[in-house]
């Protein structure tokens, strides 16, 4: 496999005369317009983007163009492009000022650069949550470049207008002075007009400088370097398919949950040991939380709603009182579903965020935990928390027969760690199976009005 050095500009003059096309099996373009803007955020910043991957062939394979236009070339279907095609396709729609299409339909991506931004890194990047981003119809109808004033207005929209430095475009960024196109800028000849428009039309203005530097800073994303790796032209279409299938489902994809933890524990030190200890609390109740959950559930009481989109923005304070009300509420939750529902683990719920919604609910209602019942928690005894917590309810020891809801409840209800159990079981221990275990009295707690 050879390796050649290349950059931007070169990439998307490729792209432009044809010279470089996407295989049959390559899918279509997916960014939304957030996407774009925090790759020309990285470009701008000098962050690494990773490497593109092409396939120079000798004969013509089937291809077909990507999401801009291109023209038509002789050595179509002669150099394919394997890995990269979002990056190119967008900075593509940048640097030439060309709509993407979309579902048969032509879309335009138009980013703004604050000329007046602050130095350093501004705002923090959106996490997507852990379902697929699919591509809007309307990326102007929910998009909200993630500047929003949160519930206890703490940050206003225009604050964090001032420091954010690229955002998708809007009518009213357009109009104000500062805001300058990105495509605007590459297509210009010279910063003169753009200066002038935002209200610097002499030397001697002490923004002349500073403004001048960072649109020649903007104009270098253009000579940005790219690795090219490319595959050695003997390979047949069939090996170059599996390769293109290991290169996009080996390497372990991070999850959103992954990505907000990452925000979170860079600014808060020391927080990923207090969500593991809780982990290893739940642990020995016999339900195992994944991280995600712990940190959905962090957000969810931190903010009031469930997405990550801008938890990189949380002030610390907020996500530490929002922590210290989610282990009430979870521990709440799991107490809950073993009394009512006897629910001995999670794998009994058709998804963990059930907790999550159990957990919110009653600390909505102020059901707290006493510090008896958190500390019942910690030691293992698992009491019910709800007598004298809940209004007009009270806890009582049921007697009605039941039977282990799966064989890991089973399993559990057998093993010395629950002695106190009075299950016996009459199989053996590599297969127990619920059908073969004897009746015997529930020991959990129900209630009764």
Not at 149 to 170: C, H, I, M, P, Y
Not at 176 to 202: C, D, Q
């Amino acid at each position: 496999m050879g390796k050649v050095d290349t950059n931007v500009r070169d990439l998307v003059g490729m792209i432009e005369r044809g010279e470089l096309r996407l295989p049959e099996m390559q899918r279509r373009y997916v960014w939304r317009a957030p996407r774009v803007r925090d790759l020309i955020d990285s470009l701008y910043r000098g962050y690494p983007s990773g490497s593109i991957l092409v396939w120079e062939t000798d004969e013509e394979q089937p291809s077909r163009d990507l999401a801009v236009t291109q023209q038509s070339s002789p050595f179509t279907g002669h150099k394919l492009l394997l890995d990269g095609q979002q990056r190119l396709t967008s900075l593509s729609a940048i640097l030439r000022g060309e709509p993407v299409k979309v579902r048969g339909k032509k879309k335009p991506i138009d980013i703004l650069f604050n000329l007046d931004h602050p130095e350093g890194l501004g705002e923090f990047t959106e996490v997507e949550s852990d379902e697929d981003s699919v591509l809007a119809e309307d990326d102007d109808a929910d998009d909200d470049n993630g500047l929003f004033e949160d519930e206890e207005g703490e940050v206003s929209v225009q604050e964090r207008l001032k420091r954010a430095t690229f955002v998708v475009a809007s009518k009213s960024l357009s109009a104000m002075s500062y805001w300058v196109s990105v495509t605007e800028v590459f297509k210009s000849p010279s910063n003169r007009h753009i200066l002038k428009r935002a209200g610097v039309t002499a030397d001697d203005d002490d923004r002349y400088d500073r403004y001048e530097a960072r649109l020649n800073r903007l104009r270098r994303i253009a000579e940005y370097p790219y690795t090219m790796h490319v595959l050695e032209r003997k390979l047949s279409y069939e090996e170059v398919a599996e390769i293109f299938v290991r290169v996009n489902s080996l390497g372990v994809k991070l999850r959103g949950s992954d990505l907000a933890l990452a925000q979170i524990t860079a600014r808060w030190r020391n927080s990923l040991k207090l969500l593991e200890e809780f982990q290893e609390e739940c642990e020995k109740q016999w339900f195992s939380f994944d991280l995600g959950l712990l940190v959905r559930a962090m957000v969810v009481f931190a903010t009031g709603q469930s997405r990550f989109k801008s938890v990189g923005n949380i002030p610390v304070a907020r996500l530490q009182e929002g922590w210290e009300k989610a282990k009430d509420g979870l521990r709440f939750a799991i107490n809950f579903l073993k009394a009512n529902a006897a629910i001995d683990d999670e794998s009994l719920l058709s998804s963990p965020l059930f907790f999550i919604t159990i957990a919110f609910l009653s600390q909505k209602r102020e059901e707290h935990i006493t510090r008896s019942s958190r500390s019942s928690c910690s030691t293992g005894s698992m009491l019910p928390m709800h007598a004298g917590v809940t209004r007009g309810v009270r806890a009582r020891r049921c007697s009605m027969p039941t039977w282990p809801r799966s064989p890991r409840a089973a399993r559990r209800q057998t093993s010395p760690r629950r002695s106190g159990s009075s299950l016996a079981a009459s199989t053996s221990r590599r297969r127990t199976s619920p059908a073969r275990i004897r009746r015997a009295r529930c020991s959990r707690w129900c209630f009764s009005r």
